[in-house]
């Protein structure tokens, strides 16, 4: 397709797994963001990168979380240890460039029970 | 110095009537205020954006009013339909080398038909 895409868009996990959430964004789009939505709220910022290099990175919340982007593409969130506080919709978004428009994935609901 | 206070938290709309939702930011690094237009189970779809050097902007039925004096921008979507009725998140970007977008905290928008 031509948007960007999440999978899996549901995953529940029990407490203390690790889970891996795959995003894949609109082919040729540089910039590529990861944000965490709550119920309720507006979405967070995690981490950006631009290309294959994470250009900032201090939205993570702490050291169980890590993004990576190897060939500047495809990227993949990891949460280790997850904790029932970790349970949100996780929102990939690309863009052509640092000063472009942002296309958001439909999200990946993470459940932690 | 990051937030983006967005009011109110929901609204109901009699159809063919104006929604009128307002956002404030404290940050004046901030230079592109966007808003996106989220459906349950969906991520959020860029709706229509504005840049500190101009006061308002319409596409169709939808118009960004900004106040750069006073930091404050709204969203009026004149004619409401039923259709309308979504969660709408005013945001905003650093011009520096943050390239992430802050969300404010999102409306509800009922559109009664």
């Known amino acids: 397709g031509a948007g960007v895409s999440q999978t899996p868009s549901n995953k529940v996990t029990e407490k203390g797994k690790y889970v891996e959430l795959r995003c894949d964004p609109i082919?040729?789009?540089?910039?590529l963001y990861w944000y965490r939505q709550s119920l309720g709220q507006g979405p967070e910022f995690l981490i950006y990168?631009?290309?294959?290099?994470?250009?900032?990175d201090s939205g993570l919340p702490n050291d169980r979380f890590f993004a990576v982007r190897p060939e500047g593409s495809v990227s993949t969130l990891k949460i280790q240890r997850t904790e029932r506080g970790d349970s949100a919709v996780y929102l990939c978004?690309?863009?052509?460039?640092?000063?472009?428009?942002?296309?958001f994935g439909q999200g990946t609901r993470l459940t932690v029970v | 110095q990051q937030q983006v206070k967005q009011s109110p938290q929901s609204l109901i709309v009699q159809k063919g009537g104006i929604s009128i939702i307002n956002c404030a930011y404290e940050n004046t690094a901030f230079d592109y205020f966007p808003w996106y237009q989220q459906f349950p189970g969906k991520g959020p779809a860029l709706l229509i954006a504005?840049?500190?050097?101009?006061s308002e902007k319409k596409e169709g039925r939808f118009t960004i009013s900004f106040n750069k004096s006073a930091k404050q921008f709204s969203l009026h979507i004149m004619d409401s339909q039923p259709g309308d009725s979504a969660t709408y998140f005013c945001a905003a970007r650093s011009s520096g080398s943050a390239r992430q977008l802050t969300f404010g905290s999102g409306t509800q928008l009922t559109v009664l038909p």
């Open positions: 504005i840049r500190p050097d101009v």
């Open positions: 978004a690309s863009s052509p460039g640092t000063g472009g428009e942002a296309f």
């Open positions: 082919s040729g789009h540089t910039a």
């Open positions: 990168f631009q290309g294959t290099g994470a250009a900032d």
